[in-house]
């Protein structure tokens, strides 16, 4: 019988595999790729967030940008804050989310020619940052990583150790890593 051979069986699986493949390719297509960029909002934060625009412009991504609230007790932290000559505590949140939001002001201004910087997102987490940056990284998917660093060296960095080195060996998406002269990343 002609239509039990197997070359017809071949070709039928075939087209059944390729079938169950084409939408996940849909899919992953509509999908845009994201560039995840944690900050410090030091100037290697800044550095880091510029690299990744122009990294986004190139790969048609969406950037996201974390800042990890350190706060490793279960008890929420505070800031003394000095508003108009008045010493109050706020929430570390609260503070961290207004000065993530004049970060990303102040970026925004200062390279109105990268348009990938204007639609970025933010995302404001609290806990350990290397931990947090892995857990929102495992959450998020994101093609790549893009981090500043203080360029440490010799003891500071043996006693104080690096998220971004932490990041680099833990992740498990590329990692970019973008120096700055150290000068520049005082607070």
């Keep these: 019988m002609p239509g039990n051979t197997p070359g017809k069986k071949a070709s039928r699986s075939a087209k059944k595999k390729s079938a169950k493949r084409s939408p996940a390719k849909k899919r992953s297509k509509s999908k845009q790729d994201i560039i995840l960029v944690p900050v410090d909002f030091y100037p290697h934060s800044e550095a880091a967030l510029e690299f990744a625009a122009n990294m986004a412009q190139l790969m048609n991504a969406q950037i996201i940008v974390l800042h990890v609230v350190h706060d490793p007790v279960d008890v929420p932290g505070f800031y003394l804050h000095e508003e108009k000559k008045e010493r109050r505590l706020r929430r570390m949140e609260d503070v961290a989310s207004e ?7 102040k970026v925004t201004e200062d390279y109105p020619d990268l348009p990938a910087i204007h639609p ?19 959450s998020l998917r994101p093609k790549c990583v893009v981090m500043g660093s203080q ?19 833990l992740c498990p998406v590329p990692v970019t890593i973008v120096k700055t002269d150290k000068t520049l990343n005082r607070p």
């Excluded at 970025?120 to 495992?138: D, F, H, M, Q, Y």
């Design 99 to 105: 000065m993530l939001a004049s970060f990303m002001r």
């Design 120 to 138: 970025a997102s933010t995302k404001l987490v609290v806990g350990i940052p290397v931990t947090r940056i892995l857990e929102v990284v495992a």
């Design 151 to 169: 360029g440490r060296s010799g003891l500071s960095q043996v006693f104080v150790g690096s998220t971004a080195e932490k990041v680099v060996h």
